[in-house]
Each structure stands twice: as structure tokens, then as C-alpha cells.
């Protein structure tokens, strides 16, 4: 098969976000991570719910579901039982995956199914023209909220930790290699992959923006020296860190990098060990002699 580009993963779809959405980055850097790894678009399944996010998988080659509010994730358990040979990508948003999709994040995690999950992060909705998400900032306003989230907000990565996912890390769209690097070892690992990626929405969300991030962007792994990913109280304790950012967001950095990889059994590998357990060939002939007709 001939070397494949990241325009070979591209649909003849063309995007229709807003000028200056993250999401234009997220969906380059998709194409360009599974170039890299040379995936066969034909067996790569991207799944979607609703919002500005969940249009990705329209841009992209490939067998693409846009599927319902808060249910990609079902959706993609579904196709990944069925079919355990295809690469499963979840392309959802903070809102998608947060509230009305949060009750089957800590399934698919404690499952440990072989998926990947990319959430795009602007900290809003966008879709439906600004209302607060539950990553948005306290006190940050949107049409249903003229004076301010009084909600609170919640930490995706620890979310995502305590459930049980074996990789999540964070990378921001504003930088394209970083973002590449971090989806590659996502789609590669085996089990459940978290990304979760800082994606400004400059039609709505002033405060998260590209010049914002340029000035508080910190790598976690290198700068912070956050090297042993593959201990859960470390990551953790950094992803405790990263809520400094919502509540003194001028003084404390933004994470981006791996927060937490490590290997464990996927739900495919359980099933399989079951299976050579307490499994046996079945005797085809007495299954269709059980089916046939009886003389009367």
C-alpha cells in the first residue's frame, strides 16, 4: 500500500467552525498523527455526539458515526465490541462528555476498552451560542448566566484518573507537534485513552484565548518534571495542580503532557482469558441436528 498523507485522511468535507476555533488544529493534527502511524482509514471509526466538536468526524475519511447527545461513547463501546480489529476514536467536548454523556465515562474507563477519546476543551457552548459548560470557569458568563457561573466546575483529568483510564494526558491546539506527539501515543496505546485538548472558542469564550495560553502553556513532563507517568498518586497530584489554573487563572500555568500511562489488561484481554477458561468448541452437527424438523 503506498505511503499515506494526512490529506488522505481528510473527507471532501470541508469544516465549518468559526474562524480561529481550536478544533480546526485538533482535526489537523488527527490527520496528521494517523499519517504517522499509517493507519488504514478504512479500518479507523470516529465517533461522535453533538456540538462544534462532534463535527469532526465529518472532515475526516473513513466509516464516521455523528451519533446523540452525551451517547458516543456507547455508541463506540458498541462498535468496538463488535469489531476489536477497528481503531475506535471518540471525537466529544466538554459538554457532550460532561454532562449529559458523564454517566458512561466511568464504564468505558473501569472496562478498560481499547478506545480513545479526544475531548476538545473550550470551557463552553458553543453550538448553541454560549452558555456555561461544566469545565467553565467560575464566574464566567454566558447568555444563561449574565452574572457568572455560580455552578462550579469540574477537573476533567481527575475525573478520568479516578475512573480508571491507563493514558490521559492534555495538549492545547495552539501547538500543533505537541498535539501530533500526544494523539499518536493515544490511538497507540492499548486501552483507554484520554486526551483531553485546550481548544480556544474565540466567538464566545474571551478569556481562554490563544494570547492567554501563549503566556501560561507549561509541559508538565519537561518543564515540570512530571517523569513518572506510571504512578497514579503523582499524576494525580499534578492534576490537582492544573485546578490551581481555574481558580487563580492569572497566576497559575496550564498543563499540557502525559499526566498518567500504564499498561493493564484491556476488557478484549479478559474476555479472551474467560473464554480460554471455561469456553469449548461447540459440535456444529448437534447444533443443527437440535434445529431440524421432527416427523410428526
Same mark, same amino acid.
Given at each position: 500500500?503506498?505511503?499515506?498523507? +494526512?490529506?488522505?485522511?481528510?473527507?471532501?468535507?470541508?469544516?465549518?467552525?468559526?474562524?480561529?476555533?481550536?478544533?480546526?488544529?485538533?482535526?489537523?493534527?488527527?490527520?496528521?498523527?494517523?499519517?504517522?502511524? &499509517?493507519?488504514?482509514?478504512?479500518?479507523?471509526?470516529?465517533?461522535?455526539?453533538?456540538?462544534?466538536?462532534?463535527?469532526?468526524?465529518? *472532515?475526516?475519511?473513513?466509516?464516521?458515526?455523528?451519533?446523540?447527545?452525551?451517547? +458516543?461513547?456507547?455508541?463506540?463501546?458498541?462498535?468496538?465490541?463488535?469489531?476489536?480489529?477497528?481503531?475506535?476514536?471518540?471525537?466529544?467536548?466538554?459538554?457532550?462528555?460532561?454532562?449529559?454523556?458523564?454517566?458512561?465515562?466511568?464504564?468505558?474507563?473501569?472496562?478498560?476498552?481499547?478506545?480513545?477519546?479526544?475531548?476538545?476543551?473550550?470551557?463552553?457552548?458553543?453550538?448553541?451560542?454560549? &452558555?456555561?459548560?461544566?469545565?467553565?470557569?467560575?464566574?464566567?458568563?454566558g447568555t444563561l448566566t449574565p452574572y457568572g457561573n455560580i455552578d462550579g466546575h469540574i477537573n476533567p483529568i481527575m475525573y478520568m484518573l479516578t475512573f480508571g483510564a491507563t493514558y490521559v494526558a &492534555?495538549? @492545547?491546539?495552539?501547538?500543533?507537534?505537541?498535539?501530533?506527539?500526544?494523539?499518536?501515543?493515544?490511538?497507540?496505546?492499548?486501552?483507554?485513552? *484520554?486526551?483531553?485538548?485546550?481548544?480556544?472558542?474565540?466567538?464566545?469564550?474571551?478569556?481562554?484565548? @490563544?494570547?492567554?495560553?501563549?503566556?501560561?502553556?507549561?509541559?508538565?513532563?519537561?518543564?515540570?518534571?512530571?517523569?513518572?507517568?506510571?504512578? *497514579?498518586?503523582?499524576?494525580?497530584?499534578?492534576?490537582?495542580?492544573?485546578?490551581?489554573?481555574?481558580?487563580?487563572?492569572? /497566576?497559575?500555568?496550564?498543563?499540557?503532557?502525559?499526566?498518567?500511562?500504564?499498561?493493564?489488561?484491556?476488557?478484549?484481554?479478559?474476555?479472551?482469558?474467560?473464554?480460554?477458561?471455561?469456553?469449548?468448541?461447540? /459440535?456444529?452437527?448437534?447444533?443443527?441436528?437440535?434445529?431440524?424438523?421432527? +416427523?410428526?
Amino acid at each position: 500500500m503506498a505511503v499515506l498523507t +494526512a490529506k488522505d485522511y481528510r473527507s471532501e468535507v470541508e469544516p465549518t467552525w468559526c474562524a480561529g476555533c481550536g478544533d480546526y488544529g485538533v482535526l489537523n493534527a488527527t490527520a496528521r498523527a494517523l499519517a504517522e502511524l &499509517q493507519k488504514d482509514p478504512a479500518k479507523v471509526v470516529g465517533v461522535s455526539g453533538i456540538g462544534c466538536s462532534s463535527r469532526l468526524p465529518l *472532515f475526516l475519511k473513513g466509516y464516521n458515526a455523528h451519533t446523540l447527545h452525551g451517547r +458516543a461513547i456507547t455508541f463506540a463501546i458498541g462498535v468496538k465490541v463488535a469489531r476489536p480489529d477497528l481503531d475506535v476514536i471518540v471525537f466529544t467536548g466538554d459538554g457532550d462528555m460532561f454532562s449529559i454523556g458523564s454517566g458512561h465515562n466511568p464504564h468505558v474507563a473501569r472496562r478498560n476498552l481499547d478506545i480513545t477519546i479526544i475531548m476538545m476543551d473550550n470551557k463552553v457552548y458553543g453550538l448553541t451560542k454560549n &452558555q456555561i459548560s461544566p469545565t467553565s470557569r467560575d464566574g464566567q458568563p454566558g447568555t444563561l448566566t449574565p452574572y457568572g457561573n455560580i455552578d462550579g466546575h469540574i477537573n476533567p483529568i481527575m475525573y478520568m484518573l479516578t475512573f480508571g483510564a491507563t493514558y490521559v494526558a &492534555q495538549t @492545547y491546539a495552539g501547538n500543533l507537534k505537541h498535539m501530533v506527539k500526544i494523539i499518536k501515543e493515544a490511538i497507540a496505546h492499548r486501552g483507554l485513552s *484520554f486526551v483531553n485538548i485546550i481548544s480556544p472558542c474565540p466567538t464566545f469564550n474571551k478569556f481562554d484565548s @490563544y494570547k492567554y495560553y501563549k503566556d501560561h502553556i507549561v509541559d508538565i513532563n519537561e518543564d515540570l518534571g512530571h517523569t513518572e507517568i506510571d504512578n *497514579f498518586n503523582k499524576a494525580m497530584e499534578m492534576a490537582i495542580h492544573w485546578d490551581d489554573n481555574y481558580r487563580d487563572p492569572m /497566576n497559575a500555568k496550564a498543563h499540557i503532557g502525559v499526566y498518567y500511562k500504564v499498561e493493564k489488561p484491556t476488557y478484549h484481554d479478559r474476555i479472551k482469558e474467560v473464554q480460554e477458561r471455561y469456553g469449548y468448541e461447540p /459440535n456444529i452437527q448437534n447444533l443443527i441436528d437440535v434445529c431440524k424438523p421432527k +416427523a410428526i
